[in-house]
């Protein structure tokens, strides 16, 4: 994103200048949200989306911003023919604009929301704005997060740079709704063919513009949409002590498993023997297995687990005892 400090003849003479003097004293802000590039390649793109993005994170930065009860309400005026161009009306509802806020408390309320989204060149108040903080993590996702003092939160991205941002900013960045909807309001316009850039800004303000390219869609999708990290894998593992009959075997190998049924139970499992010296006799013909031969064995037992979903492995890792089973 970079601020523009000129701004096209046509953006700064969409709205009268005395409109902009009346605006200054009524409880309002108007912002132009205007997609750059070939007006037909957006005639059939979803304006829902788009709206709705942009009312909920407005919505959401503006309670982290002001506690007290109210939302911004926004509206859109017409659209200006043949191009996608939106002038959006903010306003701040009931309560908070009838009874706590003067009308110049509301409209600096509504333009600290924008700075501190990225959709105005940011204040001096805001550090650092939410799609900065986008643009930084690249992957949608900080390494760490340390918060240095009660007013502000510093960042680490996946190349180990720093970024402090206000306590303020830190909320919205980690605020579910603004995640979910950032992409829709500013990153998926974008991707439509032959969109070059979007541009939003106040009317009449030439130094009030700022500019989302192209080349940030990847991170704002990425702080939307992250990507889903594979479980991780859980290994427990338990050893005892048991005494097994031998059910079947592997018909002379002895790199698979066996079956056996647990010792005074009818109970059974399948396990791998690994005690080298009982496999050599096994092989050598010393040892056969009939169905009533007991074994006392150590059992290791390994449950591995991904995510909600695993399996289980026996291994007889040593053979204590063979008893062959007596004739009658």
């Known amino acids: 994103m970079s601020n523009n400090n000129e701004g096209s003849e046509a953006e700064r003479s969409m709205h009268d200048p005395a409109q902009s003097a009346d605006d200054a004293l009524s409880p309002q802000v108007n912002l ?15 304006l829902s989306q788009v709206l709705n993005g942009l009312g909920v994170i407005v919505r959401e930065a503006s309670r982290i911003i002001n506690l007290e009860p109210g939302d911004i309400v926004l509206s859109v005026m017409p659209f200006k023919e043949g191009s996608f161009w939106m002038d959006l009306i903010a306003t701040v509802g009931p309560p908070v604009g009838l009874v706590f806020m003067t009308n110049p408390d509301i409209i600096q309320h509504i333009r600290l929301v924008y700075q501190s989204l990225g959709l105005i060149p940011k204040g001096v108040k805001v550090l650092n704005t939410v799609l900065d903080v986008v643009r930084f993590l690249k992957e949608g996702k900080p390494t760490r997060i340390e918060q240095i003092d009660p007013e502000k939160v510093r960042y680490e991205n996946n190349d180990g740079e720093l970024m402090v941002v206000n306590i303020n900013i830190h909320k919205m960045v980690v605020n579910g709704n603004i995640q979910n909807n950032l992409y829709n309001a500013v990153g998926r316009p974008l991707e439509r063919p032959g969109i070059t850039g979007l541009k939003t800004f106040i009317p009449n303000e030439p130094n009030c513009i700022t500019e989302t390219s192209k080349d940030d869609v ?25 005494f097994l009959h031998p059910k079947s075997g592997t018909y002379g190998e002895t790199t698979g498993e066996w079956t056996f049924r647990i010792a005074g139970t009818k109970r059974t499992l399948k396990a791998k023997i690994t005690d080298q010296e009982f ?50």
């Open 32 to 46: 132009v949200y205007k997609l750059e590039g070939e007006p037909n390649a957006v005639n059939v793109f979803d």
């Open 218 to 242: 990847a991170a704002i999708r990425a702080f939307s949409q992250p990507k889903i990290s594979p479980p991780a894998e859980e290994v427990i593992e338990n050893t005892t002590t048991a």
């Open 279 to 328: 496999l050599a006799k096994y092989e050598n013909g010393l040892i056969r297995f009939c169905q009533n031969d007991l074994l006392k064995v150590q059992l290791l037992e390994r449950q591995t687990i991904h995510g909600t979903t695993g399996h289980v492995k026996n291994e007889i890792t040593k053979i204590y005892e063979y008893r062959k089973a007596e004739l009658s």
